[in-house]
Nanobody, 119 residues
Framework: QVQLVESGGGLVQPGGSLRLSCAAS????????MGWYRQAPGKQRELVAT???????IYADSVKGRFTISRDTAENTVYLQMNSLKQEDTAVYYC?????????????WGQGTQVTVSS
């Protein structure tokens, strides 16, 4: 079982920045992939960025060049630095951890944190 706690959401003006944090209850190096997803009202949840244990980070096209996912293995925390925010970035942001147990991937989710971009 992996528990994830997000923080850092809030209200920001267009062009502003926020940094989201996701604290995991276990060593994040034991997790195959950590990631951030978001869900806007009336829309499906979508991938924002992922950070695999090994390999390259992946970003949605809509956030490339503006968002950066990073991790601190000593703190078991994953971050999402969001710059040049746009109104269309408004959504609930969820932290995700995927562990492979045997051959089955298990997904764990945080409770979500609201990000609102508005003037």
């Amino acid at each position: 079982q992996v528990q994830l706690v997000e923080s850092g959401g809030g209200l920001v003006q267009p062009g502003g920045s926020l940094r989201l944090s996701c604290a995991a209850s276990t060593n994040i190096f034991s997790i195959n992939v950590m990631g951030w997803y978001r869900q806007a009202p009336g829309k499906q949840r979508e991938l924002v960025a992922t950070y695999p244990r090994y390999g390259s980070r992946i970003y949605a096209d809509s956030v490339k060049g503006r968002f950066t996912i990073s991790r601190d293995t000593a703190e078991n925390t994953v971050y999402l630095q969001m710059n040049s925010l746009k109104q269309e970035d408004t959504a609930v942001y969820y932290c995700n951890a995927q562990k492979v147990v045997g051959t089955a991937p298990l997904d764990y989710w945080g409770q979500g944190t609201q990000v609102t971009v508005s003037s």
